[in-house]
């Protein structure tokens, strides 16, 4: 029980690797705030899931894009559990397409999701997160990949790492904050759209010949949200199977 009595809000956790994230950490006696934006039904299907295993979990919807959503998301999960220890910044969106291709929207929607969400939800936690508590936030190893296509989406990730080396030398009261680069995993969001042979040629990308499950990567995010790891701080730990 790493996190027993700890409080966690996972952004974006009614499914993939924030699922994953959500039950691992509940599993490991935290209690868990799993927060969406649209997926209500696979919320609820989250939460059944920690129950089941004998955790506690409530679920909060809240656009991260969305400051005063932001504001509410905080302030319940203090007023449902009395504090927040841990904050995971999983919520995020991907789509891939050459740069000439993007629209204005397309831009607006990666950078407000991805970037903005992170910003809004590490102002919360500056006076609202308990002291000596985690911060992880989610990059990606596409910002060193520089794969075609994937142009936007690595610029908010480049951006989501610059805002966590910073603000770990700001935030201070024992607070330490990491980001984590997952590479390919199989997840809903990551394999739309994608051909068998693309698959194939990306997980042949790594040492171990197969994209990541979610579990490979909510194994670290536990790591980063106990307590052994409260040395590590404004770092960016790459968790792809040696891609890159």
Request: hydrophobic letters at 45%; a neutral charge.
């Amino acid at each position: 029980m790493r996190l027993k009595d700890k409080v966690v809000i996972v952004t974006g956790s009614s499914k993939g690797i924030g699922k994953e994230v959500a039950i691992l950490l509940a599993d490991n006696g935290a209690k868990v705030i799993v927060n969406y934006s649209n997926s209500d039904a696979e919320a609820k299907a989250t939460i059944n899931i920690i129950k089941d295993n004998g955790g506690t979990a409530f679920a909060i919807k809240a656009d991260v894009s969305q400051k005063d959503d932001v504001i509410q998301l905080f302030d319940k999960t203090i007023e449902i559990f009395g504090k927040v220890d841990v904050l995971v910044n999983n919520a995020g969106v991907m789509a891939s397409k050459k740069l000439k291709d993007n629209t204005e929207e397309d831009f607006d929607h990666h950078f407000n999701v991805n970037v903005k969400g992170i910003f809004n939800t590490l102002q919360e936690a500056e006076s609202k997160l308990a002291d000596n508590g985690n911060i992880i936030n989610f990059s990606s190893s596409t910002v060193k990949l520089m794969l075609p296509t994937y142009a936007i989406y690595s610029a908010t990730k480049a951006a989501v790492e610059q805002m966590t080396r910073v603000f770990s030398k700001e935030i201070g009261r024992g607070i330490s904050v990491n980001a984590i680069a997952p590479g390919p995993t199989e997840t809903e969001l990551f394999l739309k759209g994608k051909t068998p042979e693309f698959i194939k040629q990306l997980s042949s990308m790594n040492a171990f010949n197969r994209l990541a499950k979610p579990i490979d990567i909510a194994q670290v995010v536990l790591f980063l949200a106990s307590d052994e790891s409260k040395w590590i701080s404004g770092q960016v730990i790459g968790a792809n199977g040696a891609m890159v």
